[in-house]
């Protein structure tokens, strides 16, 4: 009799037990009701108009030119004059934005408005005014509102830096134009490159982030913005779990210079750059990948004035560590151009402290070229290589001082296994210049086997490292 009395006493305690577990863990996920009546109010909706011109006929003809069907149809117009009518159009778009002062300086995302022709900003108590554009920057997709209001709320500013991986993470903003729609997530990397996004180390979440989110901010669990919901990778169009806001250190750094001058200086270097593969590390003599290896100089930038050499691998910039190429251009356009910056480079094996005064990014990058001689006959090699003599065409039009050119890259070779193509321009081996096919081959002739060593090549006027493992 006492069997059953002892097992309903176990269940029940057992219940309790998952009971009190579920409560502690409820508990223990965070509560953001209190952040979200502080910080929603400096929270607002931006709608942009841009005027767009379109021909048509009756309504139903599509934009651009004539279609040639039609041509046969109307016959010859005089100049300037089409069979249909154009017509103006409204373009409407969506975003959010955030107050940063209570005299009405809002940031959000140049996409956001760029090309608008009216920019309306509307308020959390349903205001709308309209914003004067003070300033754009489309390298790191940041815009600098102004309204016309005073004691406007206000959100607290974060220290982006400070955020780490797993942090909680909240979004305010109005995807598809429901305004104030709140959406949480985790903190899931931070300092990510994205392609053509050269100067923001974006932070990804997994924050629920949708087309009218844009420009909106992304805020910390004390209710800091901490950056500004950008974009987000998708397949579909919507949004898949990948989420990224620039970060707030970045973004007003940008709205200082963007609020003083109306443009945005950058440090700039003048060189081209790539990630140091584990071949190529094994080759430079580092224990394993890291840093930005220095593919091409700008002779007349900033770098070479200050000492960079192409073959040099930059490891830090002020202390901060360059892990991959995508760190270095964040970290050095965060210097202001004219300040002199401290570099540790590896050069020859050694590492080598460099104080580079650091340029302005110009609008283009300059192109230096220079005269060529000609030389001598092709050779084959041990790599699997038939070179010959560098082209004055491709020494034009790619500005090579130097170096034989590819015209057979045997399958089977190391080098083609390594990545070298015919129609490359081999430009040095092993930190030594090439200059004719017959120095080129007794160069790979003294190389010992079994090792990798670093080869720079110019493909398509694009210079680049690849490391050549050397067979027996």
Known sequence: MLRPIFFLQYLLLTILLLLTSLSVQARALPDFTQLVEEAAPAVVNISTTQTVQRRSARGLAPPGEIPEIFRHFFGEMPEGQTPFPEQQQKRQSLGSGFIISEDGYILTNNHVVENADEVIVRLSDRRELIAEVIGTDTSSDMALLKVDAKGLPVVKIGNSDALKVGEWVLAIGSPFGFDHSVTAGIVSAKGRALPNETYVPFIQTDVAINPGNSGGPLFNLKGEVVGINSQIYTRSGGFMGLSFAIPMQV???????????????????????????????????????????????????????????TGDIILEVNKQAIDSSSDLPPAVGRIRPGEKARFLILRDGKHRTLHVAVGERPDEPRVSR????????????????RVEILPAALKER????????????????AAALAGIRQGDVLVSLGGESIKTPAQFATLVQKLPANQSVAL????????QFIAVRIPE
């Open 251 to 309: 973004a007003l750094d940008v709205a200082d210079q963007l609020k003083e001058q109306g443009r945005v200086s950058r440090g700039w270097l003048g060189v081209a750059i790539q990630d140091v593969s584990r071949d190529l590390a094994e080759s430079f003599g580092l224990d394993k990948p890291q840093g930005a290896l220095i593919a091409n100089v700008d002779p007349q930038g900033a770098g070479a004035r200050g000492g960079i050499k």
């Open 370 to 385: 220079t005269e060529q001689p000609a030389a001598e006959p092709a050779s084959v090699d041990r790599l699997g290589l």
């Open 398 to 413: 790619w500005s090579v001082e130097s170096g034989v050119h590819v015209v057979e890259a045997r399958r089977d070779g």
């Open 456 to 463: 720079r090549l110019v493909r398509r006027g694009n210079s």
